[in-house]
């Protein structure tokens, strides 16, 4: 069974960083491409960045500049580094493979539980 488990989150301060890890066990997700999606109190679960098997990356306008998604295929594990965090980053963050990377939560094959991300004012 595939099992994508999301951590390193928590309460940071706006400006503040935090590092996110999503670590595979039943995948090996060097052959697939990976993405990041959070969803904020209320709202639809939206697209964060994706990451494809050859590194090519993508990033949503809001998130450009400020977070860098990264994979290690030797340690089948996912990063997503967020820098410059505001309240509005404020969300449950969620890591996902599939075959192709896309910007549309409903294409990708497995996730992960999600992991808390609190940014404070």
């Known amino acids: 069974q595939v099992q994508l488990v999301e951590s390193g989150g928590g309460l940071v301060q706006a400006g503040g960083s935090l590092r996110l890890s999503c670590a595979a066990s039943?995948?090996?997700?060097?052959?697939?491409?990976m993405a990041w999606f959070r969803q904020a109190p209320g709202k639809e679960r939206e697209f964060v960045a994706y990451i494809s098997r050859t590194d090519d990356t993508y990033y949503a306008d809001s998130m450009k500049g400020r977070f860098t998604i990264a994979r290690d295929n030797a340690k089948n594990t996912l990063f997503l580094q967020m820098n410059s965090l505001t309240p509005e980053d404020t969300g449950v963050y969620y890591c996902?493979?599939?075959?192709?990377?896309?910007?549309?939560?409903?294409?990708?094959?497995?996730w992960g539980q999600g992991i808390q991300v609190t940014v404070s004012s």
């Open positions: 996902a493979g599939g075959i192709l990377a896309t910007m549309s939560p409903n294409l990708y094959d497995y």
């Open positions: 039943g995948r090996t997700i060097s052959r697939d491409d």
